[in-house]
């Protein structure tokens, strides 16, 4: 056995970073595409028949864009059915059972928004309305 050991010199380590997982946020999509416009027109509409957006918890605002999200995907299947496709009916079955699910939640009947005027709103507009 030698009695000098050849070793290789150590490169230098670069220094470690994490990686990661991106994750997509609808907030960050291009709102030019079709799939984007529909999304973001379906809640709106949720969001106007649930009395408004700023009536709407955290959580109803997180289950309508499920909610939309979902409805997109299975309108896209049934445009599939349509045109002779096939599809997975268990994903379909899916789909149609988790709408129901958040509808549930969400509720099925139109909310009317609250216009009363607050205080302030109200003798706003008496001051308005009296001729000074």
């Known amino acids: 056995m030698p009695d000098v050991v050849d ?3 150590v490169r ?3 220094p470690h970073r994490s990686v990661r997982p991106k994750l997509l946020n609808i907030k960050g999509l ?3 595409t079709a799939a984007r416009k ?5 809640v709106a509409e949720i969001e106007h028949d649930l009395g408004g957006r ?7 605002k997180s289950l ?5 999200g979902s409805a997109i995907l299975l309108d896209d299947l049934n445009a599939r059915v349509v045109l002779g496709q096939e599809i997975d009916v268990g994903t379909h079955a899916q789909i149609t ?3 129901v699910r958040i509808a549930g939640r969400l509720g099925l009947q139109r909310r009317q928004r609250d216009v009363t005027p607050n205080v302030e709103e109200y003798l706003r ?3 308005q309305e009296s001729p000074s």
Do not use: M
């Open 54 to 60: 700023e009536q709407l918890s955290a959580i109803e």
């Open 64 to 68: 309508i864009r499920a909610y939309a």
């Open 97 to 99: 059972s988790a709408l």
């Open 38 to 42: 529909a999304f973001d027109a379906l």
């Open 12 to 14: 230098g380590r670069r």
């Open 30 to 32: 291009d709102r030019r």
């Open 7 to 9: 070793f290789k010199p």
């Open 125 to 127: 507009s008496k001051r």
